[in-house]
């Protein structure tokens, strides 16, 4: 869980978590596997949950259609 959360990791920053993603979609496209992902959260203010969805999809939209 994100730093901001108030059940997460005090480490775990949105850096780390952008990280986290391309290397899950890079794997994930390098080895042509199916991917799902699950929005979660809710346990902190909308103001800072939404930036790290939208994060995420932008980490997705990097990987498989900006990258070759």
Do not use: N
């Not at 391309?22 to 080895?31: D, G, I, N, S």
């Not at 346990?43 to 999809?57: E, G, N, R």
């Amino acid at each position: 869980c994100h730093q901001a959360d108030p059940f997460g990791s005090p480490w775990l920053s949105s850096e780390l978590l952008a990280q986290r993603d391309e290397m899950v979609f890079q794997l994930a496209k390098q080895y042509q596997l199916p991917i799902l992902f699950l929005l979660a959260g809710g346990y902190q203010p909308l103001q800072d949950l939404v930036p790290l969805h939208v994060m995420t999809f932008q980490k997705a939209h990097q990987v498989y259609f900006t990258q070759s």
